[in-house]
T-cell receptor, first 114, second 115 residues
Framework: DTEVTQTPKHLVMGMTNKKSLKCEQHMGHRAMYWYKQKAKKPPELMFVYSYEKLSINESVPSRFSPECPNSSLLNLHLHALQPEDSALYLC?????????????FGPGTRLTVT | AQTVTQSQPEMSVQEAETVTLSCTYDTSENNYYLFWYKQPPSRQMILVIRQEAYKQQNATENRFSVNFQKAAKSFSLKISDSQLGDTAMYFCAFIEETSGSRLTFGEGTQLTVNP
């Protein structure tokens, strides 16, 4: 099983809403990532979890709050977002941080903030 | 700062023909890892091919092959016998030895395969 799943596929939320994105993998990977991708642009790294601990936060605004409940799950909690936060949010995983191995990407959640 | 440059924002090719996507990068490190990722429209990003900088032999994966020129810091992707399903955005990326697993992406090349 080389699959990273993400739910929901699409999300529309108002600026005062609270919502969560979910990511799951069952490949035994110990590194998990959140990326933000704007149309026709490369993914931008947001957060990295290694062995369920937050290793990297790329100066992401606090309205984005990541969580890693266990080694297979990664959540991204959203609160008080701005319209410019509308984007495709990608989750990825790899064997381990520092392993230089392939990152497996999920299909993404397309987020629209109204 | 490390950078990746893909100088061709868009390319098109006829089905069954061969196309080459260019990529150059800049790093001061001697060891690093290079990747080409493919992102079809509304589908998830997948790895096409990977090359370790310490390996002189160019990586190949079925119809996909790379021309890795370490001295020139060039890493081009050749797609042979192009198929309609190859239509996608292609991102060149690399990981430096000292950067953990941080992927540095290029801006991407949108490839369209025409019937």
């Amino acid at each position: 099983d080389t699959e990273v799943t993400q739910t929901p596929k699409h999300l529309v939320m108002g600026m005062t809403n609270k919502k969560s994105l979910k990511c799951e993998q069952h490949m035994g990977h110990r590194a998990m990532y959140w990326y933000k991708q704007k149309a026709k642009k490369p993914p931008e790294l947001m957060f990295v979890y290694s062995y369920e601990k937050l290793s990297i936060n790329e100066s992401v605004p606090s309205r984005f709050s990541p969580e890693c409940p266990n080694s297979s799950l990664l959540n991204l909690h959203l609160h008080a977002l701005q319209p410019e936060d509308s984007a495709l949010y990608l989750c990825a995983s790899s064997l381990g941080w520092g392993d230089k191995d392939e990152q497996y990407f999920g299909p993404g959640t397309r987020l629209t903030v109204t | 700062a490390q950078t990746v440059t893909q100088s061709q924002p868009e390319m098109s090719v006829q089905e069954a023909e061969t196309v080459t996507l260019s990529c150059t990068y800049d790093t001061s490190e001697n060891n690093y890892y290079l990747f080409w990722y493919k992102q079809p429209p509304s589908r998830q990003m997948i790895l096409v091919i990977r090359q370790e900088a310490y390996k002189q032999q160019n990586a190949t994966e079925n119809r996909f092959s790379v021309n890795f020129q370490k001295a020139a810091k060039s890493f081009s992707l050749k797609i042979s016998d192009s198929q309609l399903g190859d239509t996608a955005m292609y991102f060149c990326a690399f990981i430096e030895e000292t950067s953990g697993s941080r992927l540095t992406f290029g801006e991407g090349t949108q490839l369209t395969v025409n019937p």
